[in-house]
């Protein structure tokens, strides 16, 4: 059956628009359909059967609050035709895995994915108390260590950008542009990141960055656990631990020797 012009204009602009969504996901972060239409200058009827083909293929995925949409993780299978995150995640598995057993907490390795941060690699540790999976999810970028540590040598309006509405999820969440910043640079000062009680009540974390050959910041690994386990001097005893392993991840990604 031969495809005609207007066929094939229809089916060019169709894409063109499919890329238009997940550009605008990766600019907000989420949107509903209602916001992708609008954006889009179509029908909401059109934004939403665009939205269902590329959730097929998983370049989106619903958030909890149903008709809002994010990148999904088929996202990341396409970056990784280039190898990059794949790599890395493949890279920095022992380490990932080694410093859940010298810590015996949770690890996660995480990168940047639009507005959020994309967990992409866990290992639980033996005191773990819960079995939650965070592999795939998006966590917010200012609720949380990994997330502060992603942004942390971003500059506006790329900072604004990836960091969107300062949601409040608890109450010790940040919401305060100010205070972010001052945390940010706190993160650039010494190198690592302290989230309390800002995600979910109970629970924190402290994550530092992953570099490549060029320094840049291409990715963080967290050590995390309930709240109560984490006092000062428990921090004290992981940051070096987590430190060590971000620089040995750092140095494998960069095919250069771990200085010791």
């Known amino acids: 059956m031969r495809t005609t012009s207007r066929d094939a204009g229809s089916t060019v602009q169709s894409v063109d628009r499919a890329v238009t969504i997940l550009e605008l996901l990766a600019l907000h972060g989420e949107a509903g359909t209602t916001q992708l239409a609008r954006e889009l200058g179509v029908h909401k009827s059109t934004a939403s059967r665009l939205v269902s083909a590329l959730e097929r293929r998983r370049l989106v995925e619903q958030v909890e609050e149903r008709g809002r949409y994010r990148l999904g993780v088929g996202v990341l299978k396409l970056a990784g035709a280039t190898n990059a995150r794949l790599d890395l995640a493949k890279e920095a598995r022992p380490v990932v895995?080694?410093?859940?057993?010298?810590?015996?907490?949770?690890?996660?390795?995480?990168?940047l994915s639009g507005g959020a941060a994309l967990y992409v690699d866990q290992v639980s540790g033996s005191s773990?108390?819960?079995?939650?999976?965070?592999?795939?999810q998006h966590i917010p970028i200012h609720a949380t260590s990994n997330g502060k540590v992603l942004v942390s040598e971003q500059h506006d309006p790329e900072l604004t950008r990836s960091l969107g509405d300062l949601t409040p999820y608890t109450p010790a969440t940040v919401t305060d542009r100010a205070?972010?910043?001052?945390?940010?640079?706190?993160?650039?000062?010494?190198?690592?990141?302290?989230?309390?009680d800002e995600l979910d009540v109970g629970l924190t974390a402290l994550a530092a960055p992953v570099r490549d050959a060029h320094g840049d910041v291409v990715a963080s690994i967290s050590v995390s656990g309930p709240t109560f386990r984490f006092g000062p001097q428990r921090v004290d005893e992981l940051v070096p631990l987590l430190l060590s392993a971000t620089a040995e991840a750092s140095a494998r990604i960069a095919h250069q020797p771990v200085e010791r």
């Open 97 to 111: 895995r080694r410093l859940a057993s010298e810590t015996g907490e949770t690890v996660n390795l995480a990168v």
């Open 128 to 136: 773990t108390l819960s079995s939650y999976n965070w592999v795939g």
């Open 179 to 196: 205070v972010l910043d001052a945390q940010l640079a706190e993160v650039r000062e010494r190198g690592w990141a302290l989230a309390t």
